[in-house]
């Protein structure tokens, strides 16, 4: 960092530690002077913004920064490259944008996980090794844990568990694979792996990344989980653990055909639930296993333009699907639900909201003039150009589908569809509305001027997304799909149900084991009960008889024949023993051992 250097002498301030920070002082304040501490908030943000805006490459590239010697290895917490500046740029500025968002909610326990949650991310981006990287990936899944927790319902409760339970599966997926990776060949350095030469622990280590990235069919846990999650919670969680994943993906595992292939299953399959679901949060947690789709693909791919659109991809799903949940949110904050059937005519009573949601819908429809479109249309683009046209026309069709449900569906329901809506609406803090605009802006402003965005990639590419063919594209597939859904409009209302998809798979196989275990196990308890009550029950009192006869004949004996010794013969000699003085006792006691010491000297 020149400018940090230069004035300080400090070579790498990790954004991490401003968060870090943050939820420690947390810890000693109180809810009820959250109107006093709440600008703390907007620090750790805008300390990683100069961060990150401030770090430059070195003559040859990567900078190897904050190298730590620990138990014998280097834990490198700084790796400084071109991959790691472009998600460590849009993260920044999104927790900024996430705190302003949440600056009026007074429950600091939110406020602790998210900065956990957001230090994590930070953590794993500029990881060099894989301990570190595990360390920043565990804080990761703390943190988002517990913003769905704190919002304390029942379905937030149970789904927090499942969540966590997910993310458990993947650590321990990831901290298996390094762990077999060292044992082999002896490194911790998280470096690429040639899609030739990968080896079986490359394998367990990638398993543990597709679950943070919602990988089909190891997603569940998203869709499940966000729209359970807090208001503000679920802006956060939109922005960090699938693109950390993608970040990781795009360091480790560029060219892998599995990734290639099911990142197109990833764009068809979250587009298809994302259209018959109620639930406005649910719909987009699918989009965002959709989108994250377009990245993987990219990834998977392997060619320099695919890797430049996967996080050229990443920075704009950040910016647009961040304002999407805003507007969810504000939904559900105002109204109470985020339910499609109990919604509706919102547009003249939240115009604000209406007008920030439909920038994020036609930004994430791939409309023109916005960021989805010049970073969506280069996936496809390379796609084709490495001659992967199935892949490319899937992801074609994927973003029909995209435009459908979330462009047209869910606005529709919620701001015109009749009847309107009477519930009673709870005014929105004003700072929501701010995070909402600065987030609309954003969308707009890299839109309009593309080579800001492109400037950061990571590969030298030359694309220009404004051309006759892609506006003609866009324009087509947009407007026949506007047309589609206005002839349909009235046989495709949503529906106030719940579907399942492969989390119906993880019940029946939960359900499964539990039969599997529990039949044997009683079994034995059945056997075991039939045996005790023939054969221990009885060996049981018999036995209680015969300490019965024992205590009443041997031991009362015993002692009743003391009792009476003591009383008849040796009373007066214990009473006269009994002076009191402790040199009496003293002498006793050294008089006693030396008889025993004599006993045993002369019996030796």
Known sequence: MAGLEQLTGIHFLHPSIGFLAL??????????????????????????????????????GARQLAAIPYLGHTLLLGRVDALALVFAHVFAIQSLIGFIYALHVPDRGQHMAAC???????????????????????????????LVWLRGTPQATAAGFRYFLFHIFGGLFLLAGLLLRYGAIGTFDFTAVAPDAARYFDYIILIGFLVNAAFVP???????????????????????????????????????EVLAVGGCIMCLYGVFYATIENNARRILSYHIVSQVGYMVCGIGIGTAMTLDGACAHAYAHI????????????????????????????????????????VGAVSISGMPLFNGFVSKTMTIAGAAEAHRTWLALGMELAAVGTFLSVGIKLPYFAFWAKPKSQVELKPIPWNMYLGM?????????????????????PFPTDYAPYTPWHVLQACCILGFTGLGFYLMRKIIPPHPSRNLDFDFLYRLVGRGFVKVVSFPVAAIDNVWTDVYEKVG??????????????????????????????????????????????????????????????IVWFAG
């Open 437 to 457: 605009g600065i987030s609309s802006l954003l969308c707009l402003g890299i839109g309009l001027f593309p080579q800001t965005l492109y400037s950061l990639l």
């Open 116 to 146: 956990l949650y957001v230090a994590g991310g930070f953590g794993c981006v500029f990881a060099g090794d894989y301990i570190t990287l595990f360390i920043f990936w565990e804080l990761m899944s703390i943190g988002s844990v517990f």
């Open 23 to 60: 939820a420690l002082v947390m810890a000693f304040l109180s809810n009820e002077t959250y109107k006093t501490w709440r600008w703390l908030l907007l620090a750790p943000p805008v300390v990683a913004i100069a961060s990150v805006v401030g770090l430059t490459l070195g003559p040859d």
């Open 537 to 598: 029950l009885k060996a049981l009192i018999e036995a209680g008889l015969g300490t019965s006869v024992f205590d009443g004949k041997v031991i009362d004996g015993v002692l009743d024949g003391s009792a009476r010794g003591v009383r008849e013969v040796g009373g007066a000699g214990v009473a006269r023993g009994q002076t009191g003085r402790l040199q009496d006792y003293l002498a006793a006691a050294v008089t006693i051992g030396l008889v025993l010491f004599a």
């Open 218 to 256: 190891l997603h569940a846990w998203l869709p499940d989980a966000y729209p359970e999650a807090t208001v503000t919670g679920a802006v956060f969680m939109s922005a960090f653990t699938t693109k950390t994943a993608v970040y990781v993906l795009a360091r480790g595992y560029a060219g892998f």
């Open 319 to 358: 910016l647009y699907k961040g304002l999407l949940f805003m507007g969810a949110g504000c939904l559900l904050y105002s109204a109470g639900t985020a339910k499609l059937t109990e919604l509706g005519g919102l547009a003249s009573r939240l115009p604000l909201v209406m007008i920030g949601y439909m």
